[in-house]
């Protein structure tokens, strides 16, 4: 067991506490299938000593981890903050999708649990409410989603459309209406492949300084929202923040560390 202890600390620091680190259990169940044969003679010997010693470990490193609730350098905090803003309601927010931790906490002096929805068009994460705070507005380029043609083919409404990110943008996210969704999609001359009858939803990532082209089959005579939250990386200098300290890192996945700009589209 003790050679083993290193694996599965290693297993954790290479996938983290994320999606992906679902397949460690997994992976820790096959090595200690490979020790079956040794613990087996143990339990012989003593049934008690293996699972009692065990035990007196967890407790022992438990009180530890409690005691000891430091992060130095080598091993840093992991936290989630992010700047949206909502061009529609000319309103700011600082936001974090995991509770509030003892470095971000100072962006939340007046904290509010809102819904979801009401922050992420569509939803995030299958989240119910996400953790946030009034923040003031920076003054920043809104990103633009304007008509090239509007016409009906083959009885279906087709909409031409053309997205311009805000300079520096490094991903977009589609959330369509549910009223018209677009049951054909065509991005920049190639169509897309749709897992359900229609789309709900669309994500790119690397916008080109030129934009994008899109080209979306609705319901005829039909009016067609969309909602377009805009991603960049890093976060403005407000409210104090000058960086993260050496002990402090931004945590995995693309909505942690990032400027956001939502706004709404009807057609």
Known sequence: MLFLTPIFYMFFIAFDLQATSASVPALIAILLGL?????????????????????????????LGLLIN?????????????????????KARWVSVSPADRWNKQFFPNPQ?????????GGLYGLSTVLTNDAAIQDVATPSL???????????????LHYQAAPGTNSIHLTF???????????????????????????Y????????????????????TI???????GLPALSGFKGYPR?????????????????????
């Open 227 to 233: 909602s377009v939250l805009s991603r960049t990386i």
């Open 113 to 121: 649990h809102l819904a979801t929805g009401t922050i992420f068009p």
């Open 205 to 224: 990532k690397g916008i080109p300084d030129e934009g994008l082209d899109l080209t979306v089959q609705l319901q005829p005579q039909k009016k067609a």
């Open 35 to 63: 020790s079956l044969p040794l613990l087996s003679a143990v339990f012989r010997e003593s049934p008690w000593l293996l699972p009692g010693g065990s035990f007196a470990v967890f407790v022992v490193a438990l009180t």
């Open 177 to 203: 209406g549910d009223d018209n969704r677009p049951t054909a999609i065509v991005l920049d001359g190639h169509p897309l492949e749709a897992h359900t009858r229609d789309f709900s939803w669309l994500e």
């Open 146 to 160: 304007s008509i090239r043609k509007d016409t009906a083919e083959n009885g279906a409404r087709m909409l031409y």
């Open 247 to 267: 002990n402090i890192i931004p945590g995995p996945g693309n909505y942690s560390n990032a400027t956001l700009i939502v706004k709404r589209f009807t057609f």
């Open 70 to 90: 430091d992060h130095p350098a080598n091993e840093p905090l992991k936290t989630n903050l992010l700047y949206v803003t909502d061009a529609d309601a000319g």
